[in-house]
Nanobody
Framework: QVQLVESGGGLVQAGGSLRLSCAAS?????MGWFRQAPGKEREFVAT????????YQTDSLKGRFTISRDNAKNTVYLQMNSLKPEDTAVYYC?????????????????WGQGTQVTVSS
C-alpha cells in the first residue's frame, strides 16, 4: 500500500510562487499532480515517470508549473510560478504502477488527501 502526503499549499498573492511536495511511503511509482477547483472536475496538471526521465504537463500550464522528483526522498514536487487566481484549487498528487506517463484519473492507483492553494487577486 502506498500513502501519499501533500504539503506546501497555502494563500498567495497573484504573481507569487508556491512549491508543493508529495511524500510517498512504500514503493516508488510514476507520479502526477491534479487539481480541482470549486464546482469543477478534477483535472490533470503534470506527470513524471518513475525514473524522472520523462515528464508531461497540460499545455496551458507550461512555462509556469514544473514537476520534479527526488527518488532518494521518494518525493515529487510541483513548482508553481506566476500564480493566478484561476489556479485556486485543491491540488492532489497521485501515483500509478507501470512504465510510461499517465494523464487520466483512472490510470492512477493511489491518491493523496489534497492540499489547498488559494491565489488572491
Amino acid at each position: 500500500q502506498v500513502q501519499l502526503v501533500e504539503s506546501g499549499g497555502g494563500l498567495v498573492q497573484a504573481g507569487g510562487s508556491l512549491r508543493l511536495s508529495c511524500a510517498a511511503s512504500g514503493r516508488t511509482y510514476g507520479m502526477g499532480w491534479f487539481r480541482q477547483a470549486p464546482g469543477k472536475e478534477r483535472e490533470f496538471v503534470a506527470t513524471m515517470n518513475l525514473s524522472g526521465s520523462s515528464t508531461y504537463q497540460t499545455d496551458s500550464l507550461k512555462g509556469r508549473f514544473t514537476i520534479s522528483r527526488d527518488n532518494a526522498k521518494n518525493t515529487v514536487y510541483l513548482q508553481m510560478n506566476s500564480l493566478k487566481p484561476e489556479d485556486t484549487a485543491v491540488y492532489y498528487c497521485a501515483a500509478y504502477r507501470g512504465i510510461g506517463l499517465r494523464v487520466t484519473l483512472s490510470e492512477y492507483n493511489y491518491w493523496g488527501q489534497g492540499t489547498q492553494v488559494t491565489v488572491s487577486s
